[in-house]
């Protein structure tokens, strides 16, 4: 099975997965499924969003692509957050999600009359 790292591409507004030994970009996907996830956020780039402004690629959810995609109504899934701007870390409602935290991430573009955003749930 392959690592990857997947993060939300704010120009294509799809998510972009990244071989995680090779650093080069596979694919891009409007929905994926992760097994065996974690969510990582780097430091130095989350304190350059927040000195500078413009986000930067530094928070992203690392795993193993699901063989089928996950539905949503097939588990209780709740809906994860994170701004750079706001919090230190990947949020579940006011609460932070663990830092050891493993399982199941499911990512999915929401399109909306004002365009496409990104919805993460757990």
């Known amino acids: 099975m392959q690592k990857v790292r997947v993060y939300w591409n704010l120009h294509k507004k799809v998510w972009s997965v ?4 090779s650093g080069r970009v596979c694919d891009h996907l409007r ?7 974690k969510f990582v956020v780097r430091k130095g780039g989350q304190k ?5 402004g413009k986000k930067n690629v530094h928070a992203f959810a690392v795993g193993y692509i699901a063989d089928k995609p996950t539905s949503l109504r097939t588990y209780n899934w709740y809906s994860v957050s994170y701004n750079p701007y706001k919090h230190d870390y990947f949020m579940i409602e006011e ?3 663990p830092k050891d935290w493993v399982g199941n991430i499911h990512m999915k ?3 909306h009359k004002h ?3 990104p919805r993460v749930y757990v």
């Open 18 to 21: 990244q071989d995680t030994k």
């Open 31 to 37: 929905n994926i499924s992760l097994t065996d996830a």
């Open 48 to 52: 350059r969003v927040r000195e500078e």
């Open 95 to 97: 609460d932070e999600v």
């Open 109 to 111: 573009s929401l399109h």
């Open 115 to 117: 365009g496409v955003s």
